[in-house]
């Protein structure tokens, strides 16, 4: 699968084996398996290690019994939710949905139809015994006079086994047990179906999973090997291979020693990655006899998080400044004439690469072409891969970890966060302090950083809802240091042409005479230290910037007055908030650009191509600016 979709995504489960199919046959018995459903887009993963525990616990709690989920093969499906939502897949159906709630800060679970019929046969509490009402079961509110037995106690709120006969029910209490016989609306029946649903329950573990798929990862294999060493034999610069120490790339790594005859392994490491993340790493290399080229972000994040505040989902200049402007040194001192990467990328991960192709260029790192052989592959895939291939993986995976990063992540899931405070509480409280200050610097509450709020730069509606449930008046828009207000889009001119005028509103880290030396990358300067303004002329227009941040383009069209007026913002970004990465250097091939400490463009050589701009790390704050202002201010408080 290589999109995602909504509606349903449909796999196979062996009943005599006791494991997921992924291709036509199971290995071990030469069946087709059973059809069954889950949620798009379907990357199902196993469940293992702590997400065991995760999973089994939650109906522990609930009904007294949890032993069918250690003793099976468990897969978990993400689907869309505040937090963490997976559904859980056991015998081919879907049991349940787990839920991480911000507001308590614990998983909840959500009880499915088939998940009743199968804890009806193995629950010690939780379950109801109730006449079957008239009419339609499904969303019908169970009256207390039609409850004939309540078997252990549970809370309003919890999740409940309600048995009718021939049918059963995931339902909702809305009262406490001791209360149920005597309300009216007491169970709320969320899903129902017949009780004898079939469970085969076959015990199976991971070896019986690889064993099943066994010629399906093969064939992923091959084709997978096929194009990398057609790529290669067709290529003449080095090949490496990208090795976070997560799976997909252990995947790939994998298939790059059956692919090539030599490769080195690349790591970034952004100084914000977990202990056993670096320790893996430097240990795999070591056991495999690897060359390992690592790139060091070292204090980068620490020095930029003033400037540029918290990271966010959608805006993450961290990955810029830490991993981006490392790598790009990285490969600039090792290969030359540049290099051939390949990476974990999968279409799945997120809406962003679920276009991705084989062959990919980053235009943040000059010199690098991307290679993507698993872009395809769904999570079980790849972990049956890694099994069959026994490589040994990242210790972190067995700590119920779905990703593994930078501990610090703004697109770390809330669960995985409480994770890393038990794991490491010496980096949770850093950065929690550390995020603490920032929130009292923008005067937002300390629970703007207890409940996550500041993994958005804007708010989705899954956090508006949580800040309802808090009772909570958060900005929808996140207060950082950074804003662009466009008063005037491009429009005519009475001077004639079209004009656009805006204010940049950027921390000054420089000297306004860096943002007119980037602008000789625009056009020809002239400069007033004096009086903080500078005016470029270019072939089709004019363009004047003070160092309050006003902007104003003129041009003959109304394109190419948007062209200037954001070459202008761009280049004001790029002189105040500078990370000294270098890609702009290494990006020109004119050599007119001197970086490192004070930047120095040489008018002479610079043939204003704007290729610098395209890779700069900066830069390309210009359309996140635009997206949050909208002609406002990004913030303006809590009213």
Known sequence: MSRYQHGKVRFRWC???????????????????????????????????????????????????SGPLRTRNVFLNKVAGEDRTDEVVLDGQVIAVIRFELVRNDFSLELKAEGAALMARAARKGVIRARRPQGHLKGKKLDGADVMEVQGEFRAGDPVVVIMGNNVAAGEARVDSGAVKEAEKAIHLRDVCKADIPFPLVPADWNDFVKANQKHLRQLESSAVSDLRSFANNSKLPMTLSFSGGKD???????????????????????????????????????????????????????????FGPPAKDFRWCCKVCKLGPLTTLIEDNYRHGTVTIEGNRALESFARSDIGFVERNPFVPNQTVLNPIRHWIASEVWGYIWLEELEYNPLYEQDLERIGCYLCASCLGSEWKATGEMHPDLH??????????????????????????????????????????NMKVPQMRSDSMELRISKGASP???????????????????????????????????????????????????????????????????????????????????????????????????????????????????????????????????????????????????
Not at 21 to 31: A, M, P
Not at 443 to 467: D, H, I, N, Q, T
Not at 493 to 510: D, H, N, Q, T, Y
Request: proline share 4%; aromatic share 10%; glycine share 12%.
């Open 15 to 65: 009943d005599a084996c006791g494991t997921l199919v992924l291709g036509d046959l199971c290995g071990i018995c030469g069946r087709p398996g059973r059809e069954f459903e889950v949620s798009a887009p379907g990357d199902l993963r196993p469940c293992f290690g702590k997400g065991v525990d995760t999973v089994a616990n939650l109906f522990l709690r609930h009904f007294g019994n």
């Open 249 to 307: 790339s252990l995947a790939c790594y994998g298939l790059a020693k059956k692919a090539l005859r030599r490769f080195d392994l690349l790591f970034v490491d952004t100084g914000l990655e977990f202990p056993e993340t670096v320790d893996y790493v430097h240990g795999f290399a070591r056991q495999k006899g690897e060359r390992l080229k690592v790139a060091k972000a070292g204090n980068a994040f620490w020095e930029n998080v003033g400037t």
């Open 429 to 470: 409280a850093e950065w929690e302090a550390s995020l603490q200050e920032w929130a009292k610097q923008v005067g937002v509450p300390p629970e703007f950083v207890r409940y996550g709020f500041w993994r958005w730069k804007s708010l989705p509606p899954k956090m508006r809802l949580v800040a309802e449930e808090l």
């Open 493 to 639: 001119c009475v001077a004639g042409g079209f004009s656009m005028e805006g204010v940049l509103s950027v921390p000054r880290k420089r000297d306004f005479s860096q943002v007119a030396e980037f602008l000789k990358t625009v056009g020809k300067v002239k400069f007033s230290p004096e009086f903080e303004v500078a005016m470029v002329k270019t072939r089709n227009g004019t363009l004047k910037m003070f160092g309050g941040g006003h902007t104003s383009a003129i041009a003959p069209t109304m394109e190419e007055a948007q062209a200037l007026f954001r070459a202008g913002v761009e280049a004001f970004l790029r002189g105040q908030l500078c990370t000294e990465c270098r890609i702009c250097e290494r990006n020109c091939q004119f050599k007119a650009i001197t970086a490192g400490g004070q930047i120095r463009v040489d008018e002479h050589r610079c043939r204003q191509c704007g290729r610098c701009a395209e890779g700069c790390v900066v830069a390309h704050y210009y359309d996140k600016l635009v997206k949050a202002g909208a002609g406002k201010p990004a913030y303006a408080g809590v009213k």
